[in-house]
């Protein structure tokens, strides 16, 4: 921890102080995939793929997927495959595409020439589907979707057979033909598997292959009006790809014996699926559904709201690729699922910007101090440090002046017990500049609120040096009245108030615990450096937090966003009685 007096710290870690990295401990994953090239089991081959659907934006969860699809094809000399799950055409759409297609590139990955679509294969899984039926494994049902649905029976009770089940296999293969043309409407026949009605797992009770879905599709247009589900499509296209290693989250794990069921009875190459635990975060919406649904709502201003957990939000709102890629790294991969604090993902951000960011000087509520004893027509260039942590980023200059601006917080008339900032005939340091005596303040006659704070300064201690050896506890930043310029500030804090989304009383929605205080907009003095700063580039407010140039912003109409705030302790502090 560090208090706004000092300039941040990194934490200690078991990182190589040499490398910067941790030492490698294998997953789990990694344990098995090491095991089957000793084994020769893959002829030496790593290959993988990640497979999302086109239905919405990536978040964060997705981030771990794609650190570990295509980390483990980068660490083993093997290819990922970038493959679209694209068998929903009522949900999906070219926008989230190209969304996704961003999001991967800017995490730093490269599929190179594998680029696939579920719909590549349409026809390829329709033969199949034809070849299960000749085989007397899938047949035709009339049931509607409820019936289905009543059918399967429950975890205790067993399900039953349809009555069209026992279809022979010249008529199942005419349905099935006609309902590929489209004589049939939507959701009056389905094409499913014939495996066991009685099997404990709901999975294997005769599941749907394929629907009837008369939807334009974003690739294959009017072409087709049945789809495949998602279970008949994922394991027949890995095996198409030759996939090695099929990586799944856990509740994909009831789902493997399907998986392995459709593959044995094709008689086709055979993948191996491995299910690790999703990523689930405090304070943290993790599901397309809900996240659609709250851009749909207007609840946020779109799926780059920096307040979403989704690739482009974090992106906008100053988090980088190699945050998000340490982030991953240090959570590693389980196989039980647990929700892991957002401070981690955080404290990622602020150890990769430590020793990134440059340093500049930004006060967010103003309050003017006026140095009485220095001369009025005097402005003088001062020499601040740009970063810490990092010696070739140089210095910067920094105008001073009489008048200037210092944080609200920064003075208080009655001081509370360790406070060392400004206060009546208290010393402190201005940052990079001088020490400075407050000696008297003015307040607005109606409220008391101090409105100017009086101060003399000492000519000898340029620099904040103190040539005498004296003693001063406190340092604050500042900036130039005259030289400063105006910006809009974006504080983003969580989205959620509470660090479980479903944490509501009975009758309650999840969208009750979205923290009303997620957003709030201010307008911030800042050093001129940054008058040209770019949109996404990246700054420490000091003693403030970490921020980002906003898209939104223009030349004159300068927008921030807070990134991650600094570890600081003074919170705690003002709580504390006088």
Known sequence: MTTPDQPEKSQPSDEDPTSGKRPERLNFIQEIVED?????????????????????????????????????????????????????????????VQSILAD?????????????????????LYEWAVQLIRDGNAYVCDLTPDQVREYRGTLTQPGRESPYRGRSVTENLDMLTRMRAGEFPDGSRTLRAKIVMASPNLNMRDPVLYRILKATHHRTGDAWCIYPMYDFTHGQCDSIERITHSICTLEFENHRPLYDWFIKSLGIYHPQQIEFARLNLTYTVISKRRLLELVNGKHVSGWDDPRMPTLAGLRRRGYTPEAIRLFCERIGMAKFNSTIEIAQLENALRDDLNRRAPRVMAVLKPLKVVIDNYPAETTEQLEAVNNPEDAAAGTRQVPFCRELYIEQDDFREVPPKKYHRLAPGVEVRLRYAYLITCTRVEKDPQTGEPTVVHCTYDPATRGGNTPDGRKVKGTIHWVSAQHALAAEVRLYDHLLSKPDCDDVPEGGRWLDNLNPDSLVVATALVEPSLATAAAGSFCQFERQGYFTVDQDSRPDKLVFNRSVSLRDTWAK???QPS
């Open 573 to 575: 502090i003002e709580k």
């Open 36 to 96: 089957d090239l000793r084994t020769g089991k893959w002829g030496g081959r790593v290959h993988t793929r990640f497979p999302p659907e086109p239905n919405g934006y990536l978040h964060i969860g997705h981030a771990k997927s794609i650190c570990l699809n295509f980390g483990l094809a980068e660490k083993y000399g093997g290819l990922c495959n970038m493959r679209f799950d694209d068998t929903n055409p009522t949900k999906e759409e070219e926008e989230y």
């Open 104 to 124: 991967i590139r800017w995490l730093g990955f490269d599929w190179q020439d594998r680029l696939y679509f579920a719909s590549d294969y349409f026809e390829q």
